[in-house]
């Protein structure tokens, strides 16, 4: 145990050495002014999405739908953001140091290629979890400042996008074993882009009543349960909605197709420790 979080801490200071924190520091406040800004507009707006006076929907109706929309562009931004951070600090972790010449002398006795693992993980899902609680804290605040309500649920969608950042970081070590730097980033960022689609054929298909839709967006979500970890924070966002704005916030991009069960969350929870051992094994297999 003390080895692994020996390298846990090395992770991070290699992260701070290469001004990683500081990139991604710059880039995250960037983002909250910008979102800021336009929560500010968005609320200020006489008539918002183009509802005006006297449509079908009430002006509180109007700012609960203001809200959330504008909850799940910042989760999208979150897990966008968190994804990036925790692929960056993966993506070589394997391959990439062994074709340097730096993981062979760390993998020997005492600390072989187990703790190793699970230190690089540990790693890079301290910081990720820790950098998604603060800045999906700072969007709901910000949110809730601007229109004056807070999400249905507060702590659930955080707790999710947590967990579907670390099954990203499970992935990309697993990948780190059997490709190389760039071809593991370019595979991480395709999953990625797969389960948005995903999640926006499950938007396109509850609009048009089409369940054949429904049904492939679902089994992407099974199949990359991160992607179903980020539709049950949106529903959970959404979970005191209800009415036309709860109809109209499940058609949109940042809607709430999926709410989560125990099975699925289960099945989240062992698809990330199937992941962990498989790149467990295929290290241990493989020449370095």
């Known amino acids: 145990m003390r080895a692994t979080l020996i390298i846990a801490r090395e ?22 002014a910008l979102f800021t800004v336009a929560s500010a507009k968005a609320f200020a707006a006489p008539t918002p999405f183009g509802f005006g006076n006297g449509g079908p929907v009430t002006p509180g109706g109007i700012v609960s739908l203001s809200t959330v929309t504008l909850l799940g562009l910042g989760v999208f931004g979150s897990l966008f953001l968190a994804t990036v ?45 820790a950098y998604v609680t603060v800045l999906y804290t700072a969007i709901v605040v910000i949110v809730h400042q601007a229109g004056g309500q807070w999400p249905g649920q507060v702590v659930g969608p955080g707790a999710a996008l947590i967990a579907a950042v670390l099954i990203l970081i499970a992935l990309s070590l697993l990948g780190s074993v059997y490709l190389s730097t760039i071809a593991n980033g370019i595979a991480m960022f395709m ?3 797969a389960g948005l689609v995903s999640g926006l054929l499950a938007s396109i298909g509850a609009a048009l009543g089409a369940h054949t839709v429904q ?46 069960s125990a099975g699925f969350y289960i099945w989240a ?18 020449d370095l």
């Open 269 to 286: 929870a062992f698809y990330l420790g199937l992941a962990a051992l498989a790149a467990t094994v295929g290290f241990e297999r493989r």
């Open 191 to 193: 999953l990625y882009g």
């Open 85 to 129: 951070l925790g692929v960056f600090l993966t993506l070589g972790a394997v391959r990439g140091d062994a074709e340097r010449g730096l993981l062979q002398p760390l993998v020997v006795r005492p600390l072989g290629r187990r703790q190793f693992l699970l230190g690089r993980f540990a790693g890079a899902a301290g910081v990720c979890a």
């Open 11 to 32: 992770v991070v200071r290699e992260s701070i050495r290469r001004r990683v924190f500081a990139v991604v520091l710059v880039l995250t406040l960037l983002f909250l």
């Open 215 to 260: 049904t492939i967006a679902h089994d992407i979500a099974i199949a990359l349960p991160f992607e179903g970890l980020y539709e049950a924070a949106l529903h959970a966002l959404a979970s005191n909605q209800a009415g036309l704005v709860r109809i109209v916030i499940n058609l949109g991009p940042f809607g709430a197709p999926q709410a989560g």
